[in-house]
């Protein structure tokens, strides 16, 4: 069972960038599809930022389309969020997601991200 914990938001002007990490215990992670999504107060929670093997009808939230990115750094098991260009639609909790190689899907506490001015 993989644990996860983000961390990295914050409040940012707009047209910021900020950069979120997401941390996983286990031995496993480079074996994990690692994904971001955010929920903003009274939407539903979206796709942000796809893990490479989903497909190419993947529903990622058309706004955020050139302006974030995900990595991985499989060394310290540790999946990033770059977002650049921030914009106050941008906020919302930013929660990291992580599914097995047989299906086990597991969910980090989330990180606000605040966009104002």
């Known amino acids: 069972q993989a644990q996860l914990v983000e961390s990295g938001g914050g409040l940012v002007q707009p047209g910021g960038s900020l950069r979120l990490s997401c941390v996983a215990s286990?031995?496993?992670?480079?074996?994990?599809?690692m994904d971001w999504y955010r929920q903003a107060p009274g939407k539903q929670r979206e796709l942000v930022a796809p893990?490479?093997?989903?497909?190419?009808?993947?529903n990622v939230a058309e706004s955020v389309k050139g302006r974030f990115t995900i990595s991985r750094d499989n060394s310290k098991n540790t999946v990033y969020l770059q977002m650049n260009n921030l914009k106050p639609e941008d906020t919302a909790v930013y929660y990291c997601?992580?599914?097995?190689?047989?299906?086990?899907?597991?969910w980090g506490q989330g990180t606000q991200v605040t966009v104002s001015s």
């Open positions: 286990g031995s496993a992670f480079s074996t994990y599809a």
């Open positions: 997601h992580a599914q097995s190689g047989i299906g086990y899907e597991y």
């Open positions: 893990n490479a093997r989903r497909g190419s009808d993947t």
